[in-house]
């Protein structure tokens, strides 16, 4: 099947829905066919300004892709939300070209208990943790290439060293010019963190400005306005990307709040005795909650007990 010619015709309006469904199956089913279609897309619009029937059914798709996406809940289908995501943007993209809006705002989410990968236009790719959003305006590319994060993301920075690329996340802003990095930064999180796997990587907050180097963590504690550098095994801040949960050094309520984002469940823990105690873990999210939270209780003094409103935590001490 010529999904180009597809392509084209979706872009003129000429679609049947039969043939519209196959070639957003085709979008949809690799990364790699995202881009083919970007760049056909791409190609066409210069020479063509879209009728408003044809603006009208770019919406209509968006509506059914936004639904689409509040299905895929399961992670084992992550991958494939990420190309549906992808879809949606370059939708949002073309109606913003040729409406003449500046201002448009993308926005890209992964909700609890799932993890969403995105190619930006530059050729960054991005991984969402579960509970992250990330935002970036219509502009991204020309003069900036400036993001902003509210969760956790890995990222694999496109080189570009006339455009530097930055993340703002909580009042911190991370600075690149070609690297790979992770940064977490819940709004429920006491801390915002970046660990640098490989290139350079500068950390700015209102406490001062560190450029970190690969294996550095810098720690910024949002509450006492205090940040701290650290050489560690970086690599273990983005196997989370690999379905593995991995920490040389991690506290109880840490921990309880990864996996309450990940399982998309209630973790409530009910005392503070494991505050500044941290501990080695290795998980994979082949494991349920239930086994996971029963080796905690091996692990450490703890209780834990299950209601309608999900788990608590208890101290044994």
């Not at 996406?69 to 992670?75: A, H, V």
């Amino acid at each position: 099947m010529d999904f180009k010619d597809l392509a084209i015709r979706y872009f003129e309006g000429r679609l049947s829905p039969k043939e519209e469904s196959e070639l957003f199956e085709f979008v949809s089913a690799t990364p790699q066919n995202t881009v083919r279609f970007r760049a056909w897309e791409q190609a066409w619009k210069q020479q063509h300004v879209p009728s408003a029937e044809v603006l009208r059914s770019f919406a209509a798709l968006n509506a059914r892709i936004e639904r689409r996406n509040s299905r895929l809940r399961s992670r084992r289908l992550w991958i494939r939300l990420s190309a549906a995501a992808a879809v949606l943007i370059l939708v949002f993209t073309f109606i913003s070209y040729h409406l003449q809006d500046p201002e448009q705002v993308f926005v890209i989410e992964a909700p609890q208990g799932t993890h969403s990968r995105i190619e930006l236009c530059d050729g960054t790719q991005v991984w969402l943790n579960a509970g992250s959003r990330m935002s970036y305006t219509s502009g991204f590319n020309e003069s900036s290439r400036d993001v902003c994060l509210s969760g956790e993301a890995y990222f694999e920075v496109a080189e570009n060293k006339k455009i530097p690329f930055s993340v703002e996340a909580r009042g911190c802003m991370l600075t690149v010019l070609g690297t790979k990095f992770n940064v977490s930064a819940y709004d429920e999180d006491p801390v915002v963190q970046a660990a640098l796997i490989e290139g350079s990587l500068r950390f700015k907050s209102d406490q001062g400005c560190e450029t970190m180097q690969p294996g550095d963590l810098v720690t910024y504690h949002c509450d006492s306005h205090t940040m701290q550098r650290e050489q560690v095994d970086a690599e273990q801040f983005r196997v989370w990307i690999d379905g593995i949960i991995r920490y040389d050094a991690i506290t109880l309520p840490a921990l309880l709040r990864k996996l309450a984002r990940e399982y998309d469940v209630p973790i409530d823990l009910c005392t503070t005795a494991f505050d500044d105690t941290t501990f080695r873990i290795s998980l994979t999210k082949a494991q349920d909650i239930e086994s996971i939270l029963k080796g905690l209780c091996d692990l450490l003094p703890i209780t834990i007990s299950r209601d309608d409103r999900g788990y608590r935590v208890y101290s044994r001490q």
